[in-house]
């Protein structure tokens, strides 16, 4: 695992106990595993920090964050994040600290990383309204079932996007039916090699 | 149920015998459109309607047609019916309809924010027409998702044969 020569910068400030004392150390890590977490706008406002020189402070919160994405990006283990953070020049203690944060994070970080990126709309919910034709202004006495058929669906950018609609019978709601069980049959036995 | 006739389209549909009988276009350009105009009225609102043969020959009877023209009349409308009634049911406002889906299984093993993914989905095109032009539309879902589609739209499939539409059903007729 590799970082930019900026990022090793940060990290260099951030294991010298001169420039970052043990608590505010610690209260750095955190700040820069919960700006990318929970709360983007969390600002470095920790009590912990406010002693720190703000261009110092933005540096290694930079460097702490590139560190966690890049990691969590490769999937890296904690020997390739140690043996990372060590050419860095941080101590054993400084190192660990920073592994069981990760360790802590890890999942979440993971999920925030895939749903990153561009897909296709996402399908998330259906809903369909069955109605029995009678007559309309050009054509009297139809007398047939319709189904109406709504699917929600969300774009991986903005989020919400207009419901994709269509009417069909009860032939091609069949049709359209069988086609989905196909493909789950498909997915089981996929799973199941 | 019977065909009401305006005057005018009687008008027009009364030169009708004076074409046949001759054999030869002698009458005028005008006459033959509204005789045409009106033989299309009374097959459209026919069919339309639905109306039984009885009625037709009793909504015909009042133009004074042989009996022959009558036969020619009904046998055209029976005839063409139910073609009449496909055209028709395309100028109802609707939706788009569905045509086809297609789908294929995706199996994401990494993107430029995670390597080292196995992220299993479900791409989907699905057909529509809408107004003589098909749309196509790629959707993706995940597995549980899909199997919730499943699920759902099997419920609607069964509304059909519940007992409260089965006896709507046999009252609308």
């Given at each position: 695992?590799?970082?930019?020569?900026?990022?090793?910068?940060?990290?260099?400030?951030?294991?010298d106990?001169?420039?970052?004392p043990r608590?505010?150390?610690?209260a750095l890590?955190r700040?820069?595993?919960?700006?990318?977490?929970?709360?983007?706008?969390?600002?470095l406002?920790?009590?912990?920090?406010?002693?720190?020189?703000?261009?110092?402070?933005?540096?290694?919160?930079a460097?702490a964050?590139?560190c966690i994405?890049?990691?969590?990006?490769?999937k890296?283990d904690?020997s390739?994040i140690?043996?990372?953070?060590?050419?860095?020049?941080?101590?054993k203690?400084?190192?660990e600290?920073?592994?069981?944060?990760?360790?802590k994070?890890?999942?979440?970080?993971?999920?925030?990383?895939?749903s990153?990126?561009r897909?296709?709309?996402?399908?998330?919910d259906?809903?369909?309204?069955?109605?029995?034709?009678?007559?309309?202004?050009?054509?009297?006495?139809?007398?047939?079932?319709?189904?109406?058929?709504?699917?929600?669906?969300e774009?991986?950018?903005?989020?919400?996007?207009?419901?994709?609609?269509?009417?069909?019978?009860?032939?091609?709601l069949?049709?359209l039916?069988g086609?989905?069980?196909?493909?789950?049959?498909s997915?089981?036995r996929?799973?199941?090699? | 149920?019977?065909?009401?006739?305006?005057?005018?389209?009687k008008?027009?549909?009364?030169?009708?015998?004076?074409?046949?009988?001759a054999?030869?276009?002698?009458?005028?350009?005008?006459?033959?459109?509204?005789?045409?105009?009106?033989l299309?009225?009374?097959?459209?609102?026919?069919?339309?309607?639905?109306?039984?043969e009885?009625?037709?020959?009793?909504s015909?009877?009042v133009?004074?047609?042989?009996?022959?023209?009558?036969?020619?009349?009904l046998?055209?409308?029976?005839?063409?019916?139910?073609?009449?009634?496909s055209?028709?049911?395309e100028?109802?406002?609707?939706?788009?309809?569905?045509?086809n889906?297609?789908?294929?299984?995706?199996?994401?093993?990494?993107?430029?924010?995670?390597?080292?993914?196995?992220?299993?989905?479900?791409t989907?095109?699905l057909?529509?027409n809408?107004?003589?032009?098909?749309?196509?539309?790629?959707?993706?879902?995940?597995?549980?998702?899909?199997?919730?589609l499943?699920?759902?739209l099997?419920?609607a499939l069964?509304?059909?044969?519940?007992?409260?539409?089965?006896?709507?059903?046999?009252n609308?007729?």
């Amino acid at each position: 695992m590799e970082l930019s020569a900026y990022a090793q910068g940060g990290w260099r400030l951030l294991g010298d106990p001169r420039r970052f004392p043990r608590r505010p150390y610690a209260a750095l890590l955190r700040a820069a595993f919960r700006s990318l977490l929970h709360h983007p706008q969390s600002g470095l406002d920790d009590p912990d920090l406010k002693d720190i020189d703000p261009m110092v402070l933005k540096h290694c919160h930079a460097a702490a964050a590139t560190c966690i994405l890049e990691a969590g990006k490769q999937k890296a283990d904690i020997s390739a994040i140690s043996t990372c953070l060590e050419d860095c020049k941080l101590d054993k203690e400084r190192i660990e600290q920073f592994c069981t944060e990760y360790q802590k994070n890890k999942d979440a970080l993971e999920i925030l990383l895939g749903s990153i990126g561009r897909s296709p709309l996402h399908i998330t919910d259906v809903s369909w309204r069955l109605e029995y034709q009678i007559k309309s202004n050009q054509l009297h006495k139809t007398y047939q079932p319709s189904y109406l058929v709504t699917l929600n669906v969300e774009n991986s950018d903005s989020g919400s996007h207009p419901d994709v609609s269509f009417s069909c019978t009860m032939e091609q709601l069949q049709d359209l039916v069988g086609k989905l069980k196909d493909a789950a049959k498909s997915l089981e036995r996929a799973t199941q090699m | 149920m019977l065909l009401v006739l305006s005057e005018e389209q009687k008008a027009h549909l009364g030169c009708l015998p004076r074409v046949g009988a001759a054999g030869k276009l002698n009458v005028g350009v005008d006459t033959i459109q509204r005789g045409v105009e009106g033989l299309t009225y009374l097959l459209t609102e026919s069919s339309k309607l639905m109306i039984s043969e009885i009625d037709f020959q009793d909504s015909i009877h009042v133009l004074g047609f042989s009996d022959e023209l009558n036969k020619l009349l009904l046998q055209l409308y029976l005839d063409n019916r139910k073609e009449i009634r496909s055209i028709l049911s395309e100028l109802a406002p609707k939706l788009p309809s569905y045509h086809n889906l297609e789908w294929r299984l995706d199996v994401q093993l990494a993107s430029r924010s995670l390597r080292q993914q196995i992220k299993p989905a479900v791409t989907m095109k699905l057909h529509l027409n809408q107004n003589e032009d098909q749309i196509a539309q790629v959707l993706q879902t995940d597995p549980s998702t899909l199997l919730h589609l499943i699920q759902q739209l099997e419920q609607a499939l069964g509304e059909m044969k519940t007992n409260h539409c089965r006896r709507i059903v046999r009252n609308m007729k």
